[in-house]
C-alpha cells in the first residue's frame, strides 16, 4: 500500500542543523519507543533555567525525525518550563484544535489530528528533553 508522505514533513525532517553530538552539555537523555524501537539522544544546554542549545542524535523515523528537528529549532532560548506547557498543548492538538502560542505553533503542520496514529513517534523528542531536564550532568 502507497502512502503519500506530506511534503512540509520531508522537509522539516531533512533539516540535519541540530543532528549532532555535543561533549560540552548540561542535561542529557536517551529515550525509545518500546512500540517501534525508535531511538533519540537528547543534548541540551541549560543556563538560568533558559535552553542554550539542543542537539540530538536520532535512529528513528520520519516522524520522529521533524519533531526533533523542528523542537531542536524553536526550543532555542525558551524558559525550560514552557516544554512543559508545550507537552501538555501538544498531547490535545491530536484531537482538538490546538491553543499553541506563537513560535510553538510551527508543530501543528506535523502534530494533528491527521498524524495521530504517529503519536508516540512525534511526542518522544519532547518526551526526551523532559527526562533530560530532570537529570542534570
Request: glycine letters at 0%; hydrophobic letters at 35%; proline letters at 1%.
Amino acid at each position: 500500500r502507497y502512502i503519500k508522505m506530506d511534503k512540509k514533513l520531508i522537509k522539516i525532517a531533512s533539516d540535519l542543523k541540530n543532528f549532532h553530538y555535543i561533549d560540552k552539555y548540561t542535561h542529557s537523555y536517551k529515550l525509545q519507543n518500546k512500540l517501534c524501537g525508535d531511538q533519540i539522544h537528547v543534548y541540551l544546554v541549560v543556563k538560568n533555567n533558559r535552553l542554550m542549545n539542543f542537539k540530538y542524535e536520532t535512529e528513528s523515523c520520519i516522524y520522529c525525525q521533524a519533531s526533533a528537528s523542528l523542537l531542536s529549532r524553536v526550543a532555542i532560548n525558551q524558559e525550560t518550563k514552557k516544554l512543559k506547557i508545550l507537552h501538555e498543548s501538544l498531547k490535545k492538538s491530536f484531537t482538538k484544535k490546538s491553543d499553541l502560542k506563537k513560535n510553538w505553533d510551527k508543530f501543528l503542520v506535523i502534530i494533528n489530528k491527521s498524524n495521530i496514529a504517529r503519536k508516540d513517534c512525534l511526542m518522544l523528542p519532547l518526551k526526551a528533553a523532559l527526562k533530560a531536564l530532570k537529570n542534570s550532568c
